[in-house]
């Protein structure tokens, strides 16, 4: 029971409040009178108790009516369950009244209603947007509240305001966009000073802005920004007065934009290394990077690969390997790649002879301007395949022979060394793996012993198609693609320079079968 005296301060205090404006008639946040702060008199404690009980119970009218006295009083704890109770309720009213006493407790100290305040500054709950009001109250609560909490609602804000800012650029808003981006610069975040740098580099805010760029530039690249790494490399390799010492920093810098992730910085490496520009020359080194730039995508990665499989530059010749690249670029629309792809599927290299796929490509690198392909495209006619280097092909270097139809003869020979028993008893659905195709039968006993394959699980043969034979291995079965693809990856990863070729087992077997 409480006593009539307290009551009746109870029903005074809110008579109060009905007489007055209604506490919902305010535009901004920071245009509420803050209450001083106090503490709650030995004779509000019962009463605020049965307020939070009456909480728990879901009797939120009779809490409200109980806490507000003493909210508008200046007690922080009845300011934070209030402002709780009715920035929950039905009516916008009661929102916008709830949101008011939280930022009487936000101003008053409490951790949690700053948490609160600063979502509203950032969401636009009841105040304009300010991103700046929103971090104020951030640092705020980041001095008594929980780390965690208040990292990961600092990370929301950072992600709405990146949202805005890319808004901004795809606009061409670009003074709008520099504001947002330069206060989350200067918080380092490290995507804001990447986009910051770009915007400056590439001239938005004028001409003059490429030194600003590069300020940015350098403090992304010292928290660990792979693409500033990789365009502070590149400025310094543009410069016609560049030192060694300058060069050699910009190797370090490539290669720690490369490892892991940023393709780009991973070509120029495979240039460097396989040129020698600026340090020994390393085919190793330069195929390993050209390799994970070409994984990641890199059509100039693919291309180059597929350049030096044909020549066997820096890697053994392995005309597979180069139809993959040179598909690879070629599906990514590389005029050039497409060429080389079509000579591919011309005259069997890697792949199956296929005339009409080879017109294909030999069109779509003509429609992009690849002059030499045009020679290739016959009315109603076949080019009758003599191999040739893919990269020297040209019309002018290949006369091909013409017919009136279009046909590709197959005259491959395969004969069989170990293994034809256990493949042709496979399902013809599945899948294996070529790990090997050389001219000298000895390299073979050497790649099996290096590797250990277990030999009920390897088909050896001779393909005879071409001039040269060659010695070619499948192994291992697999029922889908996509365990084929993990196992070559696996294999990629724990044997050096082991190189899988997914094939489907009917097209292997399509080839031995009548021996």
């Not at 301007?369 to 016959?378: A, D, H, L, P």
Request: glycine share 6%; net charge neutral; charged share 25%.
């Amino acid at each position: 029971m409480y006593s009539g005296t307290l009551i009746q301060l109870v029903r005074l205090s809110l008579l109060s409040v009905l007489m007055t404006a209604p506490v919902y008639a305010w535009d901004r946040l920071e245009q509420l009178p803050i209450p001083s702060a106090r503490e709650l008199l030995d004779d509000e404690k019962p009463l605020f108790n049965q307020s939070i009980k009456l909480m728990v119970e879901g009797k939120n009218s009779d809490a409200i009516r109980a806490l507000q006295p003493m909210a508008e009083g200046g007690v922080v704890d009845a300011q934070v369950a209030l402002g709780n109770i009715l920035a929950h309720e039905s009516t916008q009213q009661q929102q916008k009244s709830g949101y008011r006493y939280l930022y009487f407790a936000a101003n008053n100290g409490n951790w949690h209603a700053q948490l609160v305040v600063s979502n509203a500054f950032r969401e636009g709950i009841f105040t304009p947007v300010d991103y700046g009001k929103a971090r104020h109250w951030l640092k705020r609560a980041a001095v008594n509240g929980d780390a965690a909490i208040v990292s990961q609602e600092t990370e929301a804000l950072n992600h709405t305001m990146m949202l805005e800012s890319v808004s901004q650029l795809e606009q061409a808003q670009y003074d709008e966009a520099e504001k947002l981006l330069r206060e989350l610069a200067e918080e380092n975040v490290v995507s804001a000073q990447e986009k910051l740098a770009g915007i400056y580099q590439n001239g938005f805010l004028g001409e003059d802005k490429k030194d600003v760029a590069q300020n940015w530039w350098h403090r992304a690249a010292q928290l660990g920004s792979q693409e500033a790494q990789y365009q502070l490399a590149m400025s310094y390799f543009s410069s016609p007065a560049i030192s060694d010492e300058q060069r050699q920093n910009a190797i370090r810098m490539l290669e720690k934009a490369a490892q892991p992730g940023k393709a780009e910085a991973q070509y120029q490496l495979g240039i460097i290394y396989l040129t020698g520009q600026g340090t020994d020359k390393d085919a190793d080194k330069g195929i390993f990077y050209y390799r994970m730039a070409a994984e990641q995508g890199n059509v100039d990665a693919q291309y180059s690969l597929g350049v030096r499989y044909v020549l066997g530059e820096g890697v053994s010749k392995n005309e597979y390997e180069a139809h993959r690249w040179f598909k690879a670029a070629a599906d990514r629309g590389m005029s050039k790649a497409m060429h080389n792809l079509a000579l591919t599927y011309l005259y069997g290299m890697g792949t199956e002879p296929d005339a009409q796929m080879a017109e294909r490509w030999f069109r779509s690198a003509a429609r992009d301007g690849v002059e030499k392909s045009t020679g290739f495209i016959q009315q109603d006619t076949s080019v009758q395949p003599t191999l040739v280097r893919v990269a020297d092909a040209t019309p002018s270097a290949t006369k091909p022979k013409t017919s009136k139809k279009a046909t590709v003869t197959n005259t491959r020979k395969v004969e069989t060394v170990n293994g034809a028993d256990w493949f042709l008893n496979l399902p013809t659905k599945g899948y294996t793996l070529q790990v090997l195709s050389a001219a000298n039968p000895r390299s073979v006993d050497a790649f099996l012993s290096k590797h250990r394959l277990k030999r009920k699980n390897y088909l050896h043969y001779i393909d005879r198609s071409n001039k040269r034979p060659l010695h070619v291995v499948q192994y291992g079965y697999f029922d889908s693609r996509e365990e084929a693809e993990k196992a070559a990856k696996d294999m990629s990863k724990t044997r050096k320079n082991f190189e899988p070729w997914i094939r489907d087992v009917k097209s292997i077997r399509n080839k031995i079968v009548n021996i």
